[in-house]
């Protein structure tokens, strides 16, 4: 299938990336990556990690390479003070704005056109989402609704709610100085993905969009975007086999 990488204002293309192909890490995506990126994937330590953070990073660079009309081993980024990257070097000021997220063998990548974005993927674990968790994280709103539910239910609101308060944060970029339960989204049943209230911000809410993302079963994803009306496309990215 044939991409058109061109992004229209209030656009924002969602990408789904596969990375349970073991035989793609060294011999089709470790020569795109930089130095720095290869260290990095050296630190996991099991194989299966080093090979998806390397086929995400690879993946994240054959793809803004569309966008940007550069080679994907010439891509260069910069990192704000929580580590958000953006594109750096010639791209430095460049239109291109790019979130990516991955969990065990699935990974999303979301680019915008001058908009702010942040996107999260997390595997459905009902063992990551215990009381403890919710107390420490959820705001208060956030812990009655999610106690009010049949406990069959609540693994997967659980997951809702929490990967559309990533979501935010990794679209402000400020990583965790801003505290998770410093906010509060809506989530349940039913109930549109929306950022409900912030902390001290009254007019923050009007600031953002918040999106669900369909994706593979057992997964849960949500995406934060700057503005308003926004025309979503979702695409799914397959590794060429000559780079």
């Given at each position: 299938?044939?991409?058109?990488?061109?992004?229209?204002?209030?656009?924002?293309?969602?990408?789904?990336?596969?990375?349970?192909?073991?035989?793609?890490?060294?011999?089709?995506?470790?020569?795109?990556?930089?130095?720095?990126?290869?260290?990095?994937?050296?630190?996991?330590?099991?194989?299966?990690?080093?090979?998806?953070?390397?086929?995400?990073?690879?993946?994240?660079?054959?793809?803004?390479?569309?966008?940007?009309?550069?080679?994907?081993?010439?891509?260069?980024?910069?990192?704000?003070?929580?580590?958000?990257?953006?594109?750096?070097?010639?791209?430095?000021n460049c239109a291109v704005k790019f979130n990516l997220s991955h969990s065990e063998d699935m990974a999303l990548l979301a680019v915008s056109r001058n908009q702010n974005v942040?996107?999260?993927?997390?595997?459905?674990?009902?063992?990551?989402?215990?009381?403890?968790?919710?107390?420490?994280?959820?705001?208060?709103?956030?812990?009655?609704?999610?106690?009010?539910?049949?406990?069959?239910?609540?693994?997967?609101?659980?997951?809702?709610?929490?990967?559309?308060?990533?979501?935010?944060?990794?679209?402000?970029?400020?990583?965790?100085?801003?505290?998770?339960?410093?906010f509060e989204v809506a989530f349940g049943s039913g109930v549109p993905p929306a950022l409900l209230r912030v902390k001290n911000n009254a007019n923050e809410t009007r600031r953002?969009?918040?999106?669900?993302?369909?994706?593979?079963?057992?997964?849960?994803?949500?995406?934060?975007?700057?503005?308003?009306?926004?025309?979503?496309?979702?695409?799914?990215?397959?590794?060429?086999?000559?780079?």
């Amino acid at each position: 299938m044939l991409v058109e990488f061109r992004l229209i204002e209030n656009q924002v293309d969602v990408w789904s990336v596969h990375l349970g192909g073991k035989e793609m890490e060294d011999e089709q995506c470790k020569p795109l990556l930089s130095p720095d990126e290869v260290q990095r994937a050296d630190r996991f330590y099991f194989e299966k990690h080093r090979r998806r953070f390397t086929c995400a990073h690879a993946a994240l660079r054959q793809i803004l390479s569309g966008y940007t009309s550069l080679l994907p081993q010439e891509l260069t980024f910069s990192y704000g003070p929580q580590g958000k990257p953006d594109l750096g070097g010639k791209l430095q000021n460049c239109a291109v704005k790019f979130n990516l997220s991955h969990s065990e063998d699935m990974a999303l990548l979301a680019v915008s056109r001058n908009q702010n974005v942040g996107i999260d993927i997390e595997s459905v674990n009902s063992e990551f989402a215990t009381g403890e968790i919710v107390e420490r994280f959820f705001s208060t709103g956030e812990i009655h609704r999610l106690k009010a539910l049949p406990t069959p239910k609540r693994a997967d609101a659980f997951f809702s709610c929490w990967t559309r308060k990533e979501a935010y944060i990794k679209a402000l970029g400020t990583g965790l100085s801003v505290p998770l339960d410093s906010f509060e989204v809506a989530f349940g049943s039913g109930v549109p993905p929306a950022l409900l209230r912030v902390k001290n911000n009254a007019n923050e809410t009007r600031r953002w969009s918040m999106y669900d993302v369909v994706v593979t079963q057992g997964y849960r994803a949500a995406l934060v975007v700057e503005g308003r009306e926004h025309r979503l496309r979702h695409l799914q990215w397959e590794f060429t086999r000559s780079l």
